[in-house]
C-alpha cells in the first residue's frame, strides 16, 4: 500500500496501533487445554484411543473443545426423566429435573449433579467464559453463565453431542 500524504500516514499508521491490543489479546486468547491437565483425571486415553470410542464430531467437541450448531441436538428437546451423562466415560452430570428451555439451542440445567463437572477458564472467541468439563475425563462439555434461573441462577449451556441421556426405568 502506497502512503501518498502525511495524513494517509497518520491514519494508517493509528489503525495500526488501534488494533495492537486486539491482536495481542489475540495471541493469548487460547481456549483452556485438556492435555495441561492431563495426571488429574480418572480417566485417561491417549488420541488415538479418544478417536476409536468417540464418533467424530463427540472428538471434535469433547477433545478439541468445538461447539456443535445449535438446535441440532436431539437432547435440546430431551423431556423424559433421566440423567445426561458423559458421551466420553459416562460420568453422571445432570438430572433432567434441573433442564430447562434457555432458548440458546443448546441443552441448559441450573444446577450439576455432585461431582459431575469442573470448570476453568475459557478465553477463545474474543470473550472470557468459563468452560464446562467432564470430573471424571476431562471432556469439553459446554459453558456456564451467570444469567439461569432460580435458584442457582446458573446456565449451564452443554453440547449435546457431548452428552448421553440415560430414562429412568
Known amino acids: 500500500m502506497e502512503v501518498k500524504n502525511r495524513r494517509q500516514f497518520l491514519a494508517v499508521g493509528g489503525s495500526v496501533l488501534g488494533l495492537a491490543p486486539v491482536v495481542a489479546w489475540l495471541a493469548r486468547a487460547r481456549p483452556v487445554e485438556v492435555k495441561a491437565t492431563v495426571g488429574i483425571f480418572p480417566v485417561e486415553k491417549t488420541d488415538a484411543e479418544w478417536?476409536?470410542?468417540?464418533t467424530r464430531q463427540q472428538y471434535r467437541v469433547l477433545?478439541?473443545?468445538?461447539?456443535?450448531?445449535?438446535?441440532?441436538?436431539?437432547?435440546?428437546?430431551?423431556?423424559?426423566a433421566?440423567?445426561?451423562?458423559?458421551?466420553?466415560?459416562?460420568?453422571p452430570l445432570y438430572s433432567s429435573a434441573t433442564k430447562y428451555d434457555s432458548g440458546t439451542g443448546w441443552p441448559s440445567f441450573w444446577e450439576v449433579l455432585a461431582g459431575g463437572v469442573g470448570t476453568a477458564v475459557d478465553r477463545g472467541?474474543?470473550?472470557?467464559?468459563?468452560?464446562?468439563?467432564?470430573?471424571?475425563?476431562?471432556?469439553?462439555?459446554?459453558h456456564v453463565f451467570?444469567?439461569?434461573p432460580a435458584p442457582t441462577g446458573q446456565r449451564y449451556c452443554m453440547n449435546g453431542v457431548a452428552m448421553v441421556f440415560h430414562p429412568n426405568a
Not at 433421566?82 to 460420568?91: E, L, R, S, V, Y
Not at 472467541?125 to 459446554?142: F, K, N, Q, S, T
Open 51 to 54: 478417536h476409536e470410542v468417540l
Open 63 to 80: 477433545r478439541g473443545h468445538g461447539t456443535e450448531r445449535p438446535f441440532s441436538s436431539a437432547l435440546d428437546n430431551e423431556k423424559r
Open 82 to 91: 433421566g440423567t445426561f451423562a458423559c458421551a466420553a466415560c459416562d460420568n
Open 125 to 142: 472467541l474474543l470473550m472470557i467464559r468459563v468452560e464446562v468439563h467432564c470430573a471424571r475425563c476431562g471432556g469439553h462439555l459446554g
Open 146 to 148: 451467570p444469567d439461569g
